[in-house]
C-alpha cells in the first residue's frame, strides 16, 4: 500500500513538471507595436536545450513581409520562417534568459529574457546590456 501511494505521487509530481515546462511552448500571438493589432504567429519549441521562437504566419496587420533592415544572410529575407528567437536557457519553470531577439523593423538583436505571466501570457523583454533599458512586448497564446 505504501509503496503504491509514493509511486502515485511520483507519478503526479513528473506530471506537473512536465506540463509546467511545456507552458511554453505552443503557437503564440505578437501585437504591433504602434497599432496594438495582431502581426504574427509565433511558434515557441525547444531544440538541442535551448528554446527558439520561429516566425510560422504574417497576419494582414505586419507591415513587412521581408526583413529589409536586417543584415548579412537574413537581408531582405523573408520574415516568415525566420528565427525571431535563439539561445534561451531554462531558469525555472516559467523563466527563460540568455537568449537573443531579433527586431526585424530595425534588423537590429538584443539580449532577452520571457517570463510566463500566466497560461497564455508571456512578458517578453528585449535589452541592450541591462534589462532595465529595453523593451517589453507580451505574447498571446493562440486558442
Not at 513538471?17 to 505578437?30: D, H, I, R
Not at 493589432?37 to 513587412?64: D, N, Q, R, T
Request: charged share 30%.
Amino acid at each position: 500500500m505504501k509503496k503504491s501511494f509514493l509511486a502515485a505521487c511520483l507519478m503526479l509530481f513528473v506530471v506537473g513538471l512536465a506540463s509546467a515546462q511545456g507552458k511554453f511552448k505552443g503557437v503564440w500571438q505578437n501585437l504591433d507595436d504602434e497599432d496594438g493589432k495582431p502581426k504574427s504567429h509565433l511558434e515557441i519549441f525547444e531544440e538541442k536545450g535551448e528554446m527558439k521562437v520561429k516566425v510560422i504566419k504574417l497576419l494582414p496587420g505586419a507591415k513587412s513581409k521581408t526583413c529589409t533592415e536586417c543584415t548579412g544572410a537574413l537581408k531582405n529575407k523573408p520574415i516568415e520562417g525566420m528565427y525571431l528567437v535563439n539561445g534561451m536557457k531554462k531558469v525555472s519553470d516559467k523563466e527563460y534568459d540568455d537568449g537573443e531577439i531579433l527586431n526585424p523593423k530595425n534588423g537590429k538583436v538584443y539580449s532577452c529574457n520571457m517570463t510566463l505571466v500566466d497560461d497564455n501570457t508571456i512578458k517578453v523583454r528585449g535589452y541592450i546590456g541591462f534589462s532595465l533599458i529595453g523593451k517589453t512586448q507580451y505574447w498571446y497564446r493562440v486558442k
